[in-house]
């Protein structure tokens, strides 16, 4: 341990000495830090060119950008044998970077995890990937070995408990002792970036580990799977009522729209809600003044491309407002009508008939809420992963800072869930008001964390929590751009305001737009 210290304080007075850095690498392989956290192997990495790195070396992606050379450490926490003579444990990978600029990011996961990703931290993380800035970058498994939707591991009580919230907080100090280790100092400041189950990772950072990190960035949050998925079941089980049968009898939701009808309804959505904003563009940012309504779609005579029927109509309007109890009472929000919920490619919007990314049980033809909600309801464990508590008073009193974005055209989890926990966050932690330590970006036409034919979904909430952490600078707006609309950027403004183009200039250019309430 003490030579390893040693060495890590060579590194820091010979940052060039690369023979030194490949033996401290190497070396790491050895140390044994404690009884319950294993080292498998360190390898440097060399600096790599544009497109070269790989991803995964079961995946075909590579990182577009140039990336410098690292130590790479591979590790285990409490490694056991488990359920069925399963293995367990906390896989993770830790990135070393030779230029360090004094920072760590955990990166989150994604799906249910099972498996270590490349540690880079690209998400919402602009053109350069926190590691290619030269952050020390940590990733994990979250403590079982599996494809990104295997939920098997859930039959193990540790494993549960790894996933919901036990790993993320031993991986982040296994991290930090690491990091201290190598460079001869702790990490200046730490923050925490991911999206979907890595954005609920992100909230349950701020909510039971609120003295870990500096900054945390939190995108299209999983925060309650048991009553989003509920929302998605209902919104199949309406869509199936109206579906035409397939070959076997069945219903087919994907049907219950065609392709022209999609187009009309965006169409028409476009045509009620994209001016709000002061500018007819394809994109809807004033989305709180929207007020489309299926109803006005319906035909006076025959069905033909222009109208719905009233069946349609009906459909879209019931299913997009969210299940609800008999009293009217909402047990998980609908979704917002928005430009992308008509997408085809990638994860499909939900005209193209909702998609639960894990199987629920539920039967769909004979779907009741108010059972479905209880089933939800009595399932306590699944509360233990659930990131709703709103207190965070511990976390914005040492000086954090929370950023949240959300797709609104998110077809899994909805963007208006997320605003209902940043509202009742900021009125349940006391001291400060909230936008001085937390804000929330809306992001027009984005699907799930990223993708749309609507959307700027191109930005970079990494450099505005770092410079609302370090300089004090608060991030009033954050610059969007993206491959829908080549050559345009627009500001993503905190919530509650919106962008709103100022009638004059540019209006491809974020400049020439106002946040605005």
């Given at each position: ?47 790599s060119a544009p497109g070269t790195l790989r991803i995964s070396p079961n995946f075909p992606g590579t990182v577009a950008v140039a990336v410098p050379a690292f130590c790479r450490v591979d590790g285990v926490i409490d490694p056991r044998t488990g359920v069925d003579g399963k293995q367990y444990g906390i896989g993770f990978a830790l990135a070393l970077p030779d230029q360090w600029n004094g920072r760590f990011l955990f990166q989150g996961g994604g799906g249910l995890n ?117 929302g998605l079941g209902y919104m199949t089980s309406v869509f199936d009522q109206a579906a035409p049968l397939d070959a076997s009898g069945k219903p087919d939701p994907k049907k219950v729209f065609s392709p022209s009808d999609r187009k009309l309804i965006v169409d028409s959505l476009l045509q009620v809600c994209d001016a709000k904003d002061g500018l007819q563009d394809g994109m809807i940012f004033n989305s709180r003044a929207c007020d489309f309504d299926p109803e006005k ?221």
């Amino acid at each position: 341990m003490k030579n390893i210290t040693f060495c890590g304080v060579l590194l820091l007075a010979a940052p060039g000495a690369f023979a030194q850095q490949d033996r401290f690498c190497a070396q790491l392989s050895t140390v044994k830090m404690t009884a319950s956290i294993q080292i498998s192997k360190s390898d440097r990495v060399p600096a790599s060119a544009p497109g070269t790195l790989r991803i995964s070396p079961n995946f075909p992606g590579t990182v577009a950008v140039a990336v410098p050379a690292f130590c790479r450490v591979d590790g285990v926490i409490d490694p056991r044998t488990g359920v069925d003579g399963k293995q367990y444990g906390i896989g993770f990978a830790l990135a070393l970077p030779d230029q360090w600029n004094g920072r760590f990011l955990f990166q989150g996961g994604g799906g249910l995890n099972g498996n270590v990703a490349l540690p880079l931290g690209s998400q919402a993380a602009g053109d350069s990937p926190a590691l290619a800035r030269g952050f020390a970058v940590v990733t994990t498994d979250s403590g079982h070995k599996g494809a990104v939707f295997d939920g098997s591991f859930f039959r193990d009580q540790q494993a549960s408990l790894d996933f919901y919230y036990v790993a993320i907080g031993r991986v982040a100090q296994a991290a930090k002792d690491l990091i201290a280790l190598y460079y001869g100092r702790p990490a200046d400041h730490s923050y925490f970036d991911g999206c979907s189950t890595g954005g609920r990772e992100a909230m349950i950072m701020s909510q039971r580990y609120p003295a870990y990190f500096d900054g945390i960035v939190s995108g299209d949050p999983a925060i309650r799977t048991g009553h989003s998925n509920l929302g998605l079941g209902y919104m199949t089980s309406v869509f199936d009522q109206a579906a035409p049968l397939d070959a076997s009898g069945k219903p087919d939701p994907k049907k219950v729209f065609s392709p022209s009808d999609r187009k009309l309804i965006v169409d028409s959505l476009l045509q009620v809600c994209d001016a709000k904003d002061g500018l007819q563009d394809g994109m809807i940012f004033n989305s709180r003044a929207c007020d489309f309504d299926p109803e006005k779609l319906v035909c006076s005579g025959a069905k033909n491309d222009s109208c719905l029927t009233q069946k349609q109509a009906d459909t879209l309007q019931k299913a997009f407002a969210g299940p609800k109890t008999e009293r009217g009472d909402a047990i998980y929000p609908g979704f917002p009508f928005d430009a992308g919920i008509a997408d085809v490619g990638g994860l499909p919007g939900l005209l193209s008939g909702p998609v639960i990314p894990v199987a629920t049980g539920a039967d769909f033809s004979r779907f009741d809420v108010e059972r479905e909600a209880a089933r939800v309801e009595a399932n306590r464990t699944a509360e233990l992963g659930d990131s709703t508590w709103t207190n965070l008073s511990t976390f914005a009193g040492h000086g954090g800072k929370l950023l949240f974005y959300h797709g609104l055209s998110d077809p899994w989890f909805s963007p208006l869930d997320t605003l209902g926990y940043y509202e009742k966050m900021a009125k349940d932690t006391g001291g400060a008001p909230v936008e001085s330590w937390s804000r929330l970006y809306l992001v027009p036409g984005m699907g799930h964390c990223q993708g749309g034919s609507a959307t700027l979904d191109h930005f970079d909430m990494l450099s505005a929590v770092v410079d609302w952490v370090e300089k004090g600078v608060a991030p009033d707006r954050v610059v969007a751009t993206g491959r829908a609309f080549p050559g345009r950027s627009r500001p993503l403004c905190p919530y509650p305001q919106h962008a709103q183009y100022n009638a004059s200039g540019d209006p491809n250019d974020a400049a020439n737009f106002t946040c605005r309430e």
